[in-house]
């Protein structure tokens, strides 16, 4: 087991009530798992994979990542955490403007303090995403599929043992979305990774081993896909 979720809640301060975006949430990830959470928008997508991969904190309940209480930590337990052993996807990409796509890749690795071959081992990634020849782009001389295929590379570079992936497909149009996403799964398999993707796309979803249906902050389903024929 890779992630364990045990009665998780989220609440907000609203007005003059609180708000509970995540309603006694409990799941568990084996290692090498593929997993879609979908649910409609607002249900608390976004906020339980931030949860999971220790960007935030829940109000109460139990996460263990990797092996590590993550929701018994302090910020820099966590940030060390992530660094080691986690990787993130953002809709929006979530590039740092000034640097370049190689730079982007980089920082992973710098912050795990691998600067040694950390840009061979960036431009490897870069051309494992189709992006040999824009090393030196910066983010706003790419397209919308560029810079995620960067952000792929970059999420990848730290070779994590869990990556999350917010709707990361949401921004691209269908074609190239569909490049991103055979590219995810094709890393994914090839360094035999854990994958929790958040998605609209059922036809994304379905291509992972798992889906868990969030409405309202609860779990309404959690279906496995792995077909019988494997057997
Ligand atoms: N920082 C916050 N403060 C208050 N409410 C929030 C905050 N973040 C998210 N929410 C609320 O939590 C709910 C779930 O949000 P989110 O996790 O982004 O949903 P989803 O990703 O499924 O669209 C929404 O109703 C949203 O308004
Ligand atoms: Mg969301």
Redesign the pocket.
Known sequence: MILEAKEIFKT?KGVNKE?T?LDNINFQVEKGETLAIV?P????????LGLCAGLDNPSSGILNLAGEAISQMTENEKAEIRNRKVGFIFQNFQLLPTLTAVENVMIPLELQGRADGARAKAIELLERVGLGGRHHHYPSQLSGGEQQRVSLARAFSNDPEILFADEPTGNLDEETGLIVENLLFDLNKEKQTTLVI?THDLELANKTDRIIK?KGGKIISDQSLKSASLL
Not at 41 to 48: A, M, R, V
Request: hydrophobic share 35%; proline share 0%; charged share 5%.
């Open positions: 907000y708000l975006v649910g928008s607002g249900s608390g997508k976004t906020t339980l958040v969030l």
